[in-house]
């Protein structure tokens, strides 16, 4: 168990969970207009997402450049998400 956790594999499989779940809100909102609309759902998906490879990346000893980058990306994705909140 600490191998999971030393290495990043245990954020590997949380990435699995939260792709498989974008993939049936996606398809359950594409075949029945319910749930939670792709716009106001990947945004804040992809925003943990990469708050997640920032702590694999860092987990797995790949330098601070890209743990900046996935942090960067996750804070536009966030930045994307309030902005479309807001404007409602």
């Known amino acids: 168990m600490a191998d999971l956790f030393?290495?990043?594999r245990l954020v590997d499989l949380i990435l699995?969970?939260?792709v498989i779940e974008a993939a049936f809100l996606l398809l359950y909102w594409r075949h029945s207009r319910r749930g939670i609309a792709p716009l106001d759902l990947l945004p804040n998906l992809c925003a943990g997402a990469f708050l997640l490879l920032a702590l694999r990346?860092?987990?797995a000893g790949d330098g601070w450049i890209s743990a900046s980058a996935c942090l960067m990306a996750a804070g536009l994705s966030h930045l994307f998400d309030l902005w479309h909140r807001w404007r409602r």
Do not use: D, K, Q
Request: hydrophobic content about 65%; cysteine-free.
């Open 57 to 59: 990346v860092t987990l």
């Open 16 to 18: 699995i969970v939260v």
């Open 6 to 8: 030393a290495r990043g």
